[in-house]
């Protein structure tokens, strides 16, 4: 129960999503997720968040089980599975457990072996323990984009209408 309390403390009182990543680092990382899908068919989300709600923070579930639950929802919610191609992808960001969720859809996913998910999180996850968020989420955003580029690149000419926004989301 204890451990509980302290992990809805936690999540209540982490600073803001809003005021860890200003409005210029959102336009900016909207702008790179935009140019990179001009050159593949996947559709690149990203989602960042303060903490996890209280629905989630009360199970006795462990933080880890919930955070990739939470992750799921947030693909789901944000429609990242409703691509033509399945070739979504959900960069998933909790400021107050610092951890980081990779959701690829399954066209995605059938392509690209985790150990490469994997090194993104790592990546990212330095990146983020070194104060720079913004520099960690470009290089995300790039490594994601350079993996769809690989297995769902535009051939020239051929139109990508934009299936998802582009616009982070952040609360």
């Known amino acids: 129960m204890w451990l509980r309390l302290q992990r809805l403390l936690k999540h209540r009182w ?20 935009a140019a990179s899908e001009a050159r ?7 989602c960042v968040e303060a903490g996890l ?12 089980a919930l955070l990739r639950q ?3 929802a947030q693909f789901g919610r944000l429609r990242v599975w409703d691509t033509e191609h399945n070739n ?8 107050a457990e610092r951890a980081i969720e990779l959701v690829a859809d399954r066209g995605v996913n059938r392509l690209v072996p985790p150990s490469e998910w994997e090194q993104v999180v790592r990546h990212l996850g ?3 323990q ?3 968020l913004e520099a960690g989420l470009n290089a995300a955003v790039d490594a994601v984009g350079a993996m ?16 998802l926004p582009d616009a982070p989301v952040v609360r």
Not at 40 to 46: A, D, F, K, V, W
Not at 148 to 163: C, D, I, K, V
């Open 126 to 128: 330095l990146a983020l």
């Open 53 to 64: 709600p209280n629905s989630y923070l009360l199970r006795p579930d462990r933080t880890p």
């Open 130 to 132: 070194q104060g720079e």
């Open 40 to 46: 593949h068919s996947g559709e690149i989300r990203l």
């Open 148 to 163: 769809l580029t690989q297995h769902f690149a535009l051939s020239a000419g051929q139109h990508n209408p934009n299936e």
């Open 70 to 72: 939470r992750a799921l």
């Open 88 to 95: 979504g992808v959900l960069i998933y960001l909790c400021l």
């Open 14 to 33: 982490t600073e803001d999503a809003e005021r860890t990543v200003p409005a210029a680092v959102l336009a900016r990382l909207q702008a790179r997720i």
